[in-house]
């Protein structure tokens, strides 16, 4: 089947369109007088089909109908659509499936097959068609319509509009009054309202006259005082007086009907209260002002409750600006509408800046799909969201670990509208942390070679010894030389101590009181924790077997030990332990562990080389190493 033709441009006309909702007509309820049209209309033109038909943008609309099955159509089966255009009175089409207008319609090629055709278009008295009130028939009809026929269908059409035309002025009327009613309850509540202090001064005697509940509401009873207009103007605080005395004449003395203001009346007790004043002039027929009556309302609550939420504002604006903290208020899409310093500071934003930004601005990339997806969400249903998170510094593009806090903002009845978010840099508890840890995987190293240390000392000490008491006594004074070497590092402030402070603890515990048993001298040298350790044993071994077989075995006897630091270029530490006044020495025949405690553990640590000599006035024991080595802190 061929493709019916398109309906006319006129279809879509802005001003037809814009005219045919004027009329508010369409899909509206049957009604009698439009059903009577089309009944009488069928019956004139003796037609089976009569319809009041509106072309709307997309469909045309049977207001009334007879004889047709449809309440409406689309376009491309619309005949109406054509008469849109036709300039006459009336559009007649006697053979439908002949005409190429029309001869591929749905309507005249399928059922109802439809085959005759008369509209007489509904024009507006601007003259825009609306559609039509046409007659169909299902037989072609090559005569069309008599002369009669056309004019009464006119005729009808005219009658359509005119109804059109009365049920908008009706609508309007009724809106109309709709507004007036409105208007009316609105100035009788607010006459209810102003009944409650209310004052009628008349111009001819000066005199003033109120209402029970003005006296009530500032004390002034009529009965006490002779009120005049003089009278009431003293009555107004004497900073507001002359504002209000000049205003007042200037409406009574020009050609206003309306005077309003406010300013402060003075009670009875002498307080001042806050007050509305609304009056009406009443003039003559020469326009002169004879009377006003006007109503008092008091505002001193809400002058009060204003004063109390600008202090509160006050101090909240206060407080945020002062907090070290980030906080920000958002709309309800996110825009930011408040950045304190403190927030500006930490997202790199100016005050002008932040006022263009939005709060997922200063999320972190890699942060910013779980805030949208789930942070901002949680917080519109459940009302808050508080966890950790990252900001990002705008101008340095620092990430800024944060405590985040983000609250809904409700307004009257619930309703969301905004967000505000607190947010507190955590940056130093992050580094801390990070350098716990740090603490811990030192400590727990420094741990497991200490009692690697421990374990070979105690090996070595029991391994031959043929005294259990005196072996049990070498390794206690071994682990507390180790013990008093390990205070000296927790005491410093690095990963190490410095070599006389290693030196004086680990001979502590030998020294007997007498004056000048160990004189050390030497330069200051850091020392690393292993190196540390071991120079702590290796002088507890030397003071050891000085007390025993050697010079602190005489009153008299003192050890000397120094040291130095030689080739600046690739430093060198040569230290020197020498015995004096002790008994004439000889040399052992054979290595204990102290000596191989000595000679091998503090060469392994540091990378160096000890010698120990037994000429006969004292002991001599050498070590040098290098420096860095003994710096290390492994």
Known sequence: MSRPSDPPIAVCDPDRLAALDSYAILDTLPEQGFDDVVRLASRVCDTPVALVSLVAGSRQ???????????????????????LTHPGALFVIPDLSEDPRTRDNPLVTASPGIRFYAGAPLRTPGGQVL??????????????????????LVALARQVMGQFALRRAVAEHQTALRVAQAAEERYRRAAQATRDAIWDWDFSTDHVLWNEALETAYGHAPADVAPTGLWWIDHIHPDDRARIDASVHAVIDGADTVWSDEYRFRRADGSYAHVFDRGSVIRDEAGRAV????????????????AERRESERRLALFAEQSSDFIAIADADGQIVYLNQAGRALVGLSEDAARAARLTDVFTPDDLPVAVATILPATR???SWSGEFRLRNLATGAVVPVRYSLFALRGAGGAFEGFAAVSHDISARKAAEA?????????????KNTL?????????????????????????????????????LLTGEGEGADLRAVLDSALAIHDDGRPGRFRLQGPPVPCGARAALSLALMAHELATNAVKYGALRSPDGHVTLDWTITDPADPVLALRWQEHGGPRVTPPTRKGFGSRLIERGLAGTVDGEVATHYPPEGVVCTLTAPLAELRRGE
């Open 61 to 83: 609309w049977f207001k009334a109908r007879t004889g047709f099955p449809f309440p409406q159509t689309d376009l491309s089966r619309s005949v109406c659509a054509h008469a």
């Open 435 to 447: 350098q716990q840890e740090i603490l811990n995987r030192e400590l727990s190293h420094r741990l």
């Open 291 to 306: 009377r006003m009556i006007g109503a008092m309302l008091d505002l001193t609550e809400r002058h009060r409750a204003e």
């Open 452 to 488: 690697a240390m421990v374990q070979a000392i105690a090996v070595q000490t029991l391994r031959n010894a043929t005294d259990p008491a005196a072996a049990r006594e070498a390794l206690v004074a071994r682990l507390v030389a180790l013990g008093k070497a390990h205070d000296i």
């Open 131 to 152: 559609g039509t009130l046409c007659v169909i028939d299902y037989v072609p009809r090559p005569e069309g319509l008599t002369a009669a026929e056309a004019g009464d």
């Open 381 to 383: 249903s459940a009302g």
